[in-house]
């Protein structure tokens, strides 16, 4: 019988919420930026520092074998996480912004000529727009921005309008981590193939908050990070569809990804391990094993959505009542599957807003978020925003909003 | 928080606005956040004689500035060019993180910066 555990009940594994800044609670409301850790995740973490630490891959000798075993355990669980066909889809990476950037080394910069087309979204975080800028400026290929409408959802009818012939690549964000929009990709996805256009998601901030199934999604190519998902930094994967691997040239070379070599050549491994040179950061890759344990385990994808458009409905509900405030994003879509809102304090500065919260111990994001443009666009410099997860509280969203009414009515801040 | 004499300068900022025939002028801009601001300055014997700037952001950048502006007039030019960070922090009177800092010290690489460009500009002349 499966023991349904309330979602409110996970916070004692965290044990930095109970971390207090100037006798205040730690209210952490900074999820889109980084997670925290379940007790779990930290112990099996030193666990293999302690117990079975040793390279992996490379030799025969007990420890290392468990070593291994343990890592590629974890490479077959992301599989099966993201309902990849095999796990030989899945590379490790140090990251998303690094999953990002391998594509473009080993697939886009052969791939694309000039006169191509690469199509992004006017939504994207800096690290899926800036590798892409780069490949056009190196190839002579051309960079295509799907407009994003005055509502934060971007303009679909142009999306399928962009993608021609020409198209050869639609790299696209999945969440918006600075409106918490949400892209059908899916959709894209089929109108990018129809073109013969591969797709490239950056998954980053949906990863920890729904199912991903890069099957139903249409992705060639999907990168997230560990650390957003209660796992430890430093580790994150690509996954990058079997029918592109032919196509694919090593990103870095060295050992580990060494078939065989002589000193005028070498043959390479395929992938994975074609795309995972030198020592891979293994305790993080247990970590992300152990972050993926917990999430099935004890935070289910359904109730998780409820919980967060509970968190933001409430969030914006009170903002929506304080003068000087102005909302960012869908809101309505927020209100029913968001798990983050941005705002903008008329009068009072991003920065001062957060220092403003820090005082009382709450952690808000205040900046453009990496996505400069997009900032540009919403006619903003800096944008406040709060982002939820699993281990946070309606009480924790009353906090912040008594917090924010004194600050919008403090006359030291602009207020009146 | 904000210090008092900090948020009295960001809410009465000291010899904000332009000069009509500046020695030199620069403007700063933190893309990160849109912290800007810049100054204009008279020099006479070596000394700043005059100085102005304007400029919008958060309350550390803007503040700072004014303190800045009001910090180093009547000053010689070596005494403001050898201010640092150090300065700045004990000028402003709290103590600030690395992301923080970034903001503390706009004003100072604007008013650096337009008085070596000053000071480049008089050489080849």
């Known amino acids: 019988m499966n023991e349904k555990r309330p979602i409110a009940t996970i916070r004692p594994d965290f044990p930095i919420l109970t971390t207090t800044v100037d006798g205040h609670p730690l ?12 007790q779990g995740v930290i112990d099996a973490i030193t666990n293999f520092y302690r117990f079975h630490n040793a390279n992996i891959h490379r030799t025969v000798y007990r420890l290392a074998e468990t070593a291994t075993e343990q890592f590629e355990a974890v490479r077959e669980k992301v599989a099966r996480f993201i309902h990849a066909q095999d796990s030989c889809e899945i590379i490790f990476t140090k990251g998303t912004t690094e999953g990002i950037n391998l594509v473009a080394q080993s697939w886009a910069r052969h791939h694309v000529k000039a006169g191509d087309e690469i199509l992004v979204s006017g939504l994207e975080h800096h690290s899926n727009l800036i590798p892409w800028q780069q490949v056009c400026k190196e190839t002579g290929a051309v960079l295509r921005i799907i407009p994003v409408l005055a509502d934060g959802t971007l303009d679909m009818a142009k999306a399928h309008e962009l993608m021609t012939g020409k198209t050869k690549l639609l790299a696209i964000i999945h969440v918006s981590n600075m409106l918490g929009t949400q892209v059908d990709v899916a959709s894209l996805s089929r109108r990018a193939h129809e073109v013969g256009a591969r797709v490239l998601v950056d998954a980053a901030q949906s990863i920890a908050h729904q199912p991903i199934n890069v099957t139903a999604l249409g992705c060639d190519f999907l990168a997230f990070s560990g650390h957003k998902m209660l796992g430890p930094t430093g580790v994150g994967v690509l996954y990058i569809n079997r029918s592109v691997h032919d196509q694919m040239t090593p990103y870095q070379y060295g050992g580990g990804m060494i078939m065989e ?10 992938a994975p391990r074609q795309f995972e040179a030198g020592t891979p950061h293994i305790a993080g890759v247990i970590g992300l094993g152990a972050a993926l344990d917990y999430i099935q385990k004890n935070i289910p994808f359904d109730e998780l959505r409820k919980h967060e ?10 903002l929506s009542c304080m003068p000087r ?48 443009p997009l900032a540009r666009q919403l006619g903003v410099d800096a944008a406040a925003r709060i982002s939820f997860y699993a281990y946070n509280t309606m009480q924790e969203v009353e906090i912040v909003l008594e917090v924010l009414e004194r600050m919008v009515a403090d006359p030291l801040y602009g207020g009146r | 928080m904000y210090q008092e004499e900090l948020l009295n300068h960001y809410h009465r900022p000291r010899n904000q606005g332009r000069l009509e025939h500046p ?37 550390i950048s803007q503040a700072t500035a004014s303190l800045l502006g009001e910090h180093v007039r009547g000053k010689k030019i070596e005494t403001v060019l050898s201010l640092d960070k150090v300065a700045v922090l004990s000028l402003i009177g709290i103590s600030l993180g690395p992301t923080r800092m970034q903001c503390a010290l706009l004003p100072l690489e604007a008013l650096q910066q337009g008085i070596n460009e000053y000071l480049k500009r008089s050489i080849n002349a």
């Open chain 1, 27 to 38: 209210v952490y409301l900074d999820n889109a930026a980084t997670t925290h850790k379940p």
């Open chain 1, 309 to 318: 458009a509970a968190l933001v409905k409430r969030t914006i509900a009170g």
């Open chain 1, 261 to 270: 070599a002589t000193y005028d050549g070498a043959r390479f491994l395929t």
């Open chain 1, 325 to 372: 405030i102005r909302l960012l994003g869908p809101l309505d879509h927020l209100a029913t599957q968001g798990h983050l809102i941005s705002f903008v304090v008329e009068g009072m500065h991003a920065h001062d807003v957060a220092a403003y919260c820090d005082r009382f111990g709450i952690c808000i994001r205040a900046g453009h978020h990496c996505a400069q």
């Open chain 2, 23 to 59: 020695d030199f002028s620069c403007s700063r801009l933190n893309p990160l956040c849109g912290d800007q601001v810049m100054y204009e300055g008279a020099i006479s014997d070596g000394t700043i004689s005059d100085l102005k700037f304007t400029g919008s952001g958060c309350v």
